[in-house]
């Protein structure tokens, strides 16, 4: 399993940014992807997760409103699209999948590399 995260980049506060994570060398199916984000000097935190079955959503106190988490079963692909970007969203944003290893009910973390996003003021 390999998620690749791309449409990090540089923003003034204000703006918006998209963010994509593909999700390939799936053999059974998708759990559950979220985003993560890293700031400099802080620990990962948790931005919006979604389940790919029903679709239900949960999102960091800091972003609802702005932030919109989505899904295409089709293409095995998560988003992000965040509005309304403050300075502190600077961040590297990570794609987490759990995904199933077996036809038993065993799943398993996947994470990607990573995508910069910088927010300027």
């Known amino acids: 399993v390999q998620l690749v995260e791309s449409g990090g980049g540089l923003v003034q506060a204000g703006g918006s940014l998209r963010l994509s994570c593909a999700a390939s060398?799936?053999?059974?199916?998708?759990?559950?992807m979220g985003w993560y984000r890293q700031a400099p000097g802080k620990q990962r935190e948790l931005v919006a997760q979604?389940?790919?079955?029903?679709?239900?959503?949960n999102y960091a106190d800091s972003v609802k409103g702005r932030f919109t988490i989505a899904r295409d079963n089709g293409k095995n692909t998560m988003y992000l699209e965040m509005n309304s970007l403050r300075p502190g969203g600077t961040a590297v944003y990570y794609c987490?999948?759990?995904?199933?290893?077996?036809?038993?009910?065993?799943?398993?973390?996947?994470w990607g590399q990573g995508t910069q996003g910088t927010v300027s003021s």
């Open positions: 979604i389940t790919f079955g029903v679709g239900s959503t």
């Open positions: 987490r999948g759990n995904v199933g290893t077996s036809g038993w009910g065993t799943w398993k973390d996947f």
């Open positions: 060398g799936i053999s059974y199916s998708i759990n559950t």
